[in-house]
């Protein structure tokens, strides 16, 4: 706290889920930070990793099923095309605002300095290879070598 | 609140950004850049004079625009202004910081 006076001076973000809502409030955080002048840096793990996967990336889809908000009955949700639906109706809105898509959005992060890491774990488990990712992507990294990277002062960590 | 900048009484905002952009000028600017640890090189004043531009024709800003904007990309923007491009460039112009999360 000394050093720093409390300014959050880092997130380090670990996004472990593909569902857009979750992608998008992970890209937002990051790249809310870098805009006030915060480092900021996002792990993927699990499945996570297929916001930076370059196949998937395009085709994520909100959630439909467990998600109250969304205001449509359980059952109704689980059938199919809802997710589908769902999702076009979310980039209809999102692009109103401006909102950019899953990989232009990666693209403003790393032209920002946004940091993006895959978990090496993940990787292995579904027998992903870097070429498979998002060209811009810093690297595989074991959760102790993303944790070192969150040394100092004012950093804070987030799991999503 | 007034702010003593360059010399002259400025009305600026809890966060130090001019709130009448007619007191504005080139000297209001280097002061406000000096502030910020930035040396104003002439890529910084095309930038600084899109925003302006942009906020004369009320175009909202957010760096998805800015980097669209042709004027200046994302990568160089960061370069210019580390510390929060937008927040710190337009507290520069002399315009509002924009409200945007994206």
Same mark, same amino acid.
């Given at each position: 706290?000394?050093?720093?006076?409390?300014?959050? =001076?880092?997130?380090?973000?670990?996004?472990?889920?593909?569902?857009?809502?979750?992608?998008?409030?992970?890209?937002?955080?990051?790249?809310?930070?870098?805009?006030?002048?915060?480092?900021?840096? @996002?792990?993927?793990?699990?499945?996570?990793?297929?916001?930076?996967?370059?196949?998937?990336?395009?085709?994520?889809? @909100?959630?439909? @099923?467990?998600?109250?908000?969304?205001?449509?009955?359980?059952?109704?949700?689980?059938?199919?095309?809802?997710?589908?639906?769902?999702?076009?109706?979310?980039?209809?809105?999102?692009?109103?605002?401006?909102?950019?898509? @899953?990989?232009?959005?990666?693209?403003?992060?790393?032209?920002?300095?946004?940091?993006?890491?895959?978990?090496?774990?993940?990787?292995?488990?579904?027998?992903?290879? =870097?070429?498979?990712?998002?060209?811009?992507?810093?690297?595989?990294?074991?959760?102790?070598?993303?944790?070192?990277?969150?040394?100092?002062?004012?950093?804070?960590?987030?799991?999503? | 609140?007034?702010?003593?900048?360059?010399?002259?009484?400025?009305?600026?905002?809890?966060?130090?950004?001019?709130? &009448?952009?007619?007191?504005?000028?080139?000297?209001?600017?280097?002061?406000?850049?000096?502030?910020?640890?930035?040396?104003?090189?002439?890529?910084?004043?095309? *930038?600084?004079?899109?925003?302006?531009?942009?906020?004369?024709?009320?175009?909202?800003?957010?760096?998805?625009?800015?980097?669209?904007?042709? *004027? *200046? &990309?994302?990568?160089?923007?960061?370069?210019?202004?580390?510390?929060?491009?937008?927040?710190?460039?337009?507290?520069?112009?002399?315009?509002?910081?924009? *409200?945007?999360?994206?």
């Amino acid at each position: 706290m000394s050093e720093t006076n409390g300014d959050i =001076k880092k997130m380090m973000i670990i996004l472990s889920k593909a569902t857009l809502e979750n992608v998008y409030a992970a890209f937002i955080l990051a790249n809310g930070a870098r805009s006030e002048g915060i480092q900021a840096e @996002v792990f993927f793990t699990f499945f996570g990793l297929e916001a930076i996967h370059k196949k998937k990336l395009e085709h994520l889809h @909100v959630a439909t @099923v467990g998600n109250p908000a969304m205001h449509i009955p359980t059952m109704l949700g689980g059938l199919p095309g809802m997710e589908a639906i769902a999702t076009t109706m979310m980039k209809h809105e999102m692009e109103k605002i401006d909102m950019p898509d @899953v990989h232009e959005f990666l693209d403003i992060l790393t032209a920002s300095g946004v940091k993006l890491w895959a978990c090496q774990l993940a990787m292995e488990m579904f027998h992903y290879k =870097k070429e498979d990712l998002y060209d811009d992507v810093d690297g595989v990294l074991t959760v102790g070598a993303f944790y070192n990277r969150g040394k100092g002062e004012g950093t804070h960590m987030l799991f999503i | 609140m007034e702010k003593i900048i360059s010399g002259k009484n400025i009305a600026v905002n809890e966060e130090g950004y001019l709130t &009448d952009f007619s007191q504005w000028n080139k000297e209001i600017g280097e002061a406000l850049a000096k502030e910020a640890n930035i040396t104003l090189t002439p890529r910084h004043w095309e *930038v600084l004079a899109y925003l302006q531009e942009s906020h004369k024709n009320e175009i909202p800003l957010s760096i998805r625009k800015v980097g669209k904007s042709g *004027v *200046v &990309d994302i990568k160089e923007f960061y370069e210019l202004f580390p510390q929060g491009p937008l927040k710190t460039a337009t507290k520069i112009a002399g315009i509002p910081k924009p *409200v945007s999360c994206i």
